[in-house]
């Protein structure tokens, strides 16, 4: 497709299961966020990555949070030991980077809503 | 990263403008304005950006006032389908750091 997938479109686990969220950015796209968004709330940015590496993973809450983009194009949000406050929905975006720099124009999937029971 | 503050919600008549209002006393020389909009249950989408001069595209205009302490978004007229949470954004860096956004509703 044209644009940005994320899989599962919903997902329902238990405290305490791991979880993966898979992201397919918009192809000969470089750079891949990712967000989580809770109720009411703007989304809440988490890592980037540049090609194959975390750019910038300052916004990951815990070490429960680590994410992979092992061949620069699919990227896995993984989440160990979820918890109910992981509730939300994670957003994945994709750019591209124009002679080096971010051009500010992410591109969005419709995300993944995560429910922990 | 710099703060930008826009009014929680706002109203509009369909067919009418809109005026979005977004304060950001804070910027700096290099930081760009940018608009993202999030109509319900999908992901944001990019709207407009501009760093000095007033701009315009297919989708709205960017007013920027001379001191580029705030900025005006501006739907020239609304539809039922621009209801959505509209995000002033600030970037600094590599990535787009939201606020909470103003709601528009837009009444037929």
């Known amino acids: 497709g044209a644009g940005v997938s994320q899989t599962p479109s919903n997902k329902v686990t238990e405290k305490g299961k791991y979880v993966e969220l898979r992201c397919d950015p918009i192809?000969?796209?470089?750079?891949l966020y990712w967000y989580r968004q809770s109720l009411g709330q703007g989304p809440e940015f988490l890592i980037y990555?540049?090609?194959?590496?975390?750019?910038?993973d300052s916004g990951l809450p815990n070490d429960r949070f680590f994410a992979v983009r092992p061949e620069g194009s699919v990227s896995t949000l993984k989440i160990q030991r979820t918890e109910r406050g992981d509730s939300a929905v994670y957003l994945c975006?994709?750019?591209?980077?124009?002679?080096?720099?971010?051009?500010?124009?992410?591109?969005f999937g419709e995300g993944s809503r995560l429910t922990v029971l | 990263d710099a703060k930008t503050t826009q009014p929680n919600s706002m109203e509009s008549n369909e067919e009418e403008p809109v005026h979005l209002p977004c304060n950001h006393s804070?910027?700096?020389?290099?930081?760009?304005i940018h608009w993202y909009r999030q109509l319900p249950s999908q992901g944001p989408e990019y709207v407009i950006h501009?760093?000095?001069s007033n701009v315009n595209n297919r989708m709205a205009s960017l007013a920027i006032a001379e001191d580029r302490k705030s900025s005006t978004l501006i739907l020239h007229r609304a539809t039922l389908r621009d209801a959505a949470v509209y995000y002033c954004?600030?970037?600094?860096?590599?990535?787009?750091?939201f606020g909470a956004g103003t709601i528009l509703r837009v009444k037929s």
């Open positions: 975006a994709s750019s591209l980077y124009l002679a080096g720099r971010f051009s500010g124009e992410l591109f």
């Open positions: 192809s000969g796209h470089t750079a």
């Open positions: 990555f540049q090609g194959t590496g975390a750019a910038d």
């Open positions: 804070t910027i700096s020389g290099t930081d760009y």
């Open positions: 501009g760093l000095t």
């Open positions: 954004i600030l970037i600094r860096g590599n990535k787009l750091v």
